[in-house]
């Protein structure tokens, strides 16, 4: 049979870009070739996101565009699992398949090209099962025959074999998932109902899995998950993380190791020290803090307010007086008052955060804040979300001027004559920025880690003269 191919699109968060990666294997073992070209295919499948209205608007946006293009249209990730039917019923241009297809994705792509789409599936919520989709816990997919040198097969907790992974994007930073779902019940989130309840990998398998990132090119590792401070609580020992970022620091080839989504509630002080104090670790704390009012906060089904995220700031910065942070703050949470945005700007200006995203509310299916009353009117939420993102765009060029004079190694991403661009320790990949390092006469290559003097800002982004060595 000639080969068929595949165009993969992923769109979300970097946890679908490691999903999209076991996918890519779990294809070429089933005899699809990966494309890049979705012209040049016979099946595209679009990875969607299914967090905010946004997000789901570009993914239907997406298969909209890849019908246009003529090849079979295949929706797999969050808007395909939470939505499922609906979904397949509004988009006949797309089949639209569930996790629990991931296992056997190059049949299913097989039936969808000769005309066979699988039935609809109907969600579940997954807080019910035992879940770590999309990787296959129970063992039920056998590796896949015929994987090449680019495809990893590591082994699953329970024995049986962990999904292949094979890198599509290549370049110094990937993507690591420590874990899978979430057992936190924010009001405002819909993640639990589709992506299941909190499961840690065991560190020997991500251990495993690091060294082999390092052995295709990986310089820096992004730890990601639906919360990355609850690692291990289900493995029975909740400080199992800084163990396993002491252990990541040692995988040969690797030069940095990152951390993302930390829930500032569950920052314990073990945890901050290992974050400020080991080498090989960036001090870099992506912290969702979501608000500053206490009542608000607890309205959302959160812990903390300004004062307490102050105070967290404040130990993390005696460890380390460089370290970055970062967070997401939402306005217009159903009885959001005046005085509450009041106390979120005060927060933000003393906080003196790297980068702040800022997200408006808006009503998710299933959730608790979907039934809450006093909401606040959409004119009002957009106006508080251009109010604090004006905010945010001045007090985050202050953080970058205020790092003007200091030291940064930066992880070079690209090299373009005498300038260099990558991350510094304080940025994270493709959210928070970029440095430009003037290299002079130094020679460097992409991959390596360098130290540099920070010259100047423009936004949150850094220009920087490399040292000498």
Known sequence: MPSRRVALITLGCARNEVDSEE???????????????AAEADAVLVNTCGFVET??????????????????????????????????????????????????????LDDVVAGRPPAPHVPRDRRTLLPITPVDRQGTAA??????????GL?????????????LG?????????????????????????????????????????????????????????????????????????GLLTDLTRVDGVVRVRVSYLQPAEMRPSLVDVMTSTDGLAPYFDLSFQHASGPLLRRMRRFGDGDAFLGL???????????????????????????????????????RLDA????????????????????????????????IASLVEELVAQRAEERVGDSVDVLVESVDGDEAEGCAAHQGPDTDGTTTVRLGERPVAVGDLVRARV????????????ERR
């Open 155 to 167: 082994p699953g907790r329970l024995g049986g074999p962990r999904a292949l992974r094979r890198r």
């Open 23 to 37: 996918l890519a294997a779990r294809l070429e073992g089933g005899g699809w070739s990966v494309v890049d070209d």
């Open 55 to 108: 997000a789901k608007q570009e993914s239907v946006d997406t298969l909209l565009d890849a019908a246009d293009d003529g090849p079979a249209v295949v929706a797999v990730g969050c808007l395909a699992e939470r939505y499922g039917r609906d979904l397949a019923e509004a988009m006949p241009e797309a089949a639209v398949l569930g996790f629990d297809h991931y296992p056997d994705i190059a049949a299913r």
């Open 356 to 387: 702040i995203g800022v997200f408006g509310y808006s009503d998710e299916d299933g959730t608790e804040a979907a039934g809450y009353d006093a909401k606040v009117p959409e004119e009002l939420v957009a106006e508080r979300v251009e109010r």
């Open 170 to 242: 290549g370049g110094p930073v990937a993507p690591l998932k420590i874990a899978s779902g979430c057992d936190r019940r924010c009001a405002f989130c819909a993640i639990p109902s589709f992506r299941g309840a909190f499961v840690s990998r065991p560190p020997a398998e991500v251990v495993d899995e690091a060294g082999w990132l390092a052995g295709h090119g990986a310089r820096e590792l992004v730890l990601v998950s639906e919360n990355s401070t609850s690692y291990g609580k289900d493995l029975g020992d909740v400080r199992l993380l800084e």
């Open 143 to 152: 590796v896949v025959p015929g994987h090449r040198a680019t495809d990893v």
């Open 455 to 466: 010259a100047g800002s423009s936004g949150v982004d850094l220009v920087a003269e490399a």
């Open 313 to 351: 700031l404040g130990r993390i910065r005696a460890g380390a007086p460089q370290a970055g942070a970062r967070t997401n703050v939402i306005v217009g949470f159903p009885g959001e008052r005046e005085r509450d945005v009041e106390l979120l700007e005060q927060f933000l200006t003393a906080a």
